[in-house]
């Protein structure tokens, strides 16, 4: 299981909002790249960071994000707002992987097209949920399709690898939503990352448990209560 920290980027900062609600941000550092080098030399297997303001439709980081790209070896999936072939196939050049979200809903001849063209391991989809039901547009749009049936779909057209977030419990330090979870990881080629509600230790052993090939480690990080080197002596 890969331990993955994620590097939330919002007006060139890192921060982490609770449960998706930019008004409930807390700002952790004006130095991303001093943070995704910090998370490299900690032992980090990959680096997943996400351009929030991109997500929400109100600016970019992407610039930050090529700085970062250029100043660490490990890799990198890149996160958030990425709704355009054209940005997709650029960002997909320098990162190791593209998170797709909203755009996997809205336009499936399109990720078709982007599968042939990138491969199963370069894209990864978001199915990002409440309850059970994806959500899209940065968490503010629910869509009426259950979990379950979405990732499934996305098998059959040909893609393996899923980052799975419960909303609810994103940046709450509730612990993981590991019932949706386990449901996911049973699927047939399905490689999913958890992301979402880890406190502690015991939460990464947890969703080791449930299979999942990677669990992102947000807050948790940030505030000391795991650090990069006891998950790995787990993971």
């Known amino acids: 299981m890969k331990i993955i920290p994620a590097i939330d980027l919002m007006d060139g900062q890192v921060v982490r909002l609770y449960k998706g609600d930019p008004k409930q941000k807390t700002v952790y550092s004006d130095n991303p790249v001093e943070i995704a080098k910090k998370w490299e030399a900690n032992g980090a297997d990959m680096l997943h960071i996400v351009d929030l303001d991109a997500t929400l439709g109100i600016g970019s980081n992407l610039s930050i994000i090529k700085k970062i790209l250029k100043e660490i070896s490990i890799p990198v999936e890149v996160a958030g707002g990425l709704r355009d072939e054209s940005l997709i196939l650029d960002v997909a050049k320098i990162s190791s992987r593209v ?7 809205k336009d499936k001849e399109l990720v078709k097209k982007l599968l042939l063209s990138l491969g199963s391991e370069k894209i990864v989809i978001s199915v990002d949920h409440i ?3 994806i959500v899209i547009r940065g968490w503010q749009d629910k869509t009426g399709i259950k979990l379950i049936d979405a990732i499934q779909e996305f098998l059959d057209m040909g893609f393996t690898e899923f980052l799975l977030t419960n909303v609810s419990r994103d940046g709450t330090l509730e612990g993981p939503d590991l019932e ?10 399905a490689n999913v990352i958890a992301s979402g509600g880890i406190s502690n230790i015991n939460d990464i052993k947890d969703v080791k448990e449930k299979n999942a090939s990677g669990v992102i480690l947000g807050k948790a990080l940030y505030e000391n209560k795991v650090s990069i080197k006891e998950a790995k002596k787990i993971a």
Request: charged share 20%; hydrophobic share 50%.
């Open 180 to 189: 949706f979870l386990e449901q996911a990881c049973k699927l047939l080629n």
């Open 131 to 133: 309850d059970g039901e």
């Open 99 to 105: 998170v797709i979200g909203t755009l996997a809903f």
